[in-house]
């Protein structure tokens, strides 16, 4: 009986201490698993931007006019007479007729019971679309030639400047951006007495392009497509660990 007693105590002690290690190694793993978890919430949100200056390479101008008569036919006649006038106008600029279309007719008819007499208006629209960005806006410096040639110009005119190169300079910009978000991330830890880790989440917000500042053409407005001069603006959000 005592034998039993003894060899049964002596299990009791050993499994006893096996409950108390692993009770020991448990908190420990668990302590370590929690202050892995309390070191991944330590993290810093910041933006990085990245800006370049660009030039437009493709020029569109849309050139409207009308005119208005009591018969088709003369109201057509001094039309085509207009249209003649704009290409002109283009080639005497060096432009090739083929950057030249037609791209909208309308005529417009109806009886002036006023006047007792009937009124026709034709309207038109020709298109200058040409990558020689820079003697397209010298054209378009001289658009008074135009209306003393006899065309007048309408609601609609105007030339759109285009930057269609987005997409070849999108990931150098998308890492520069990424690299200014870190400097801030950087800036940020080092206040804190802290390191910057991996990225824990990243978002890119659009691509915008808009004029170079003092840069806006003609039109009298200020979005990018009014200068050839222009100014491609990206911003990301990212979200860093500290360590």
Same mark, same amino acid.
């Given at each position: 009986?005592?034998?039993?007693?003894?060899?049964?105590?002596? +299990?009791?002690?050993?499994?006893?201490?096996?409950?108390?290690?692993?009770? =020991?190694?448990?908190?420990?793993?668990?302590?370590? &698993?929690?202050?892995? @978890?309390?070191?991944? %919430?330590?993290?810093?949100?910041?933006?990085?931007?990245? %800006?370049?200056?660009?030039?437009?390479?493709?020029?569109?101008?849309?050139?409207?006019?009308?005119?208005?008569? !009591?018969?088709?036919?003369?109201?057509?006649? $001094?039309?085509? %007479?207009? $249209?003649?006038?704009?290409?002109?106008?283009?080639?005497?600029?060096?432009?090739? @007729?083929?950057?030249?279309?037609?791209? &909208?007719? *309308?005529?417009?008819?109806?009886?002036?019971?006023?006047?007792?007499? /009937?009124?026709?208006?034709?309207?038109?629209?020709?298109?200058?679309?040409?990558?020689?960005?820079?003697?397209?806006?010298?054209?378009?410096?001289?658009? @008074?030639?135009?209306?003393?040639? &006899?065309? @007048?110009? %309408?609601?609609?005119?105007? =030339?759109?400047? *285009?930057?269609?190169?987005?997409?070849? =300079?999108?990931?150098?910009? =998308?890492?520069?951006?990424?690299?200014?978000?870190?400097?801030?991330?950087?800036?940020?830890?080092?206040? $804190?007495?802290?390191?910057?880790?991996?990225?824990?989440?990243?978002?890119?917000?659009?691509? $915008?392009?808009?004029?170079?500042? &003092?840069?806006?053409?003609? /039109?009298?407005?200020? !979005?990018?497509?009014? !200068?050839?001069?222009?100014?491609?603006?990206?911003? +990301?959000?990212?979200?860093?660990?500290?360590?």
């Amino acid at each position: 009986m005592n034998a039993v007693t003894t060899v049964t105590r002596g +299990t009791l002690l050993a499994a006893s201490a096996l409950i108390a290690v692993g009770a =020991i190694g448990g908190g420990y793993f668990m302590g370590d &698993g929690l202050r892995r @978890a309390k070191m991944a %919430e330590r993290s810093v949100t910041v933006r990085g931007l990245a %800006e370049r200056n660009v030039t437009a390479d493709l020029a569109t101008w849309t050139i409207a006019f009308s005119e208005t008569g !009591s018969e088709l036919a003369p109201v057509q006649a $001094s039309i085509d %007479e207009k $249209s003649r006038a704009v290409r002109v106008f283009f080639e005497q600029a060096g432009f090739p @007729a083929n950057a030249v279309s037609d791209v &909208g007719a *309308s005529v417009n008819q109806f009886f002036d019971t006023n006047r007792q007499q /009937n009124v026709v208006t034709v309207r038109r629209r020709l298109q200058l679309r040409t990558n020689d960005v820079m003697r397209a806006r010298a054209a378009f410096a001289r658009q @008074a030639d135009l209306i003393r040639a &006899g065309v @007048a110009l %309408e609601e609609g005119s105007g =030339i759109v400047y *285009s930057f269609t190169r987005l997409n070849a =300079i999108k990931p150098a910009m =998308i890492a520069e951006g990424t690299k200014s978000a870190r400097q801030a991330a950087q800036q940020f830890a080092a206040d $804190s007495d802290t390191d910057v880790g991996a990225i824990k989440s990243a978002s890119q917000g659009y691509f $915008s392009i808009g004029p170079r500042d &003092g840069d806006v053409d003609g /039109n009298g407005g200020g !979005s990018g497509t009014d !200068s050839p001069f222009q100014k491609v603006r990206v911003v +990301t959000t990212i979200d860093f660990y500290l360590r």
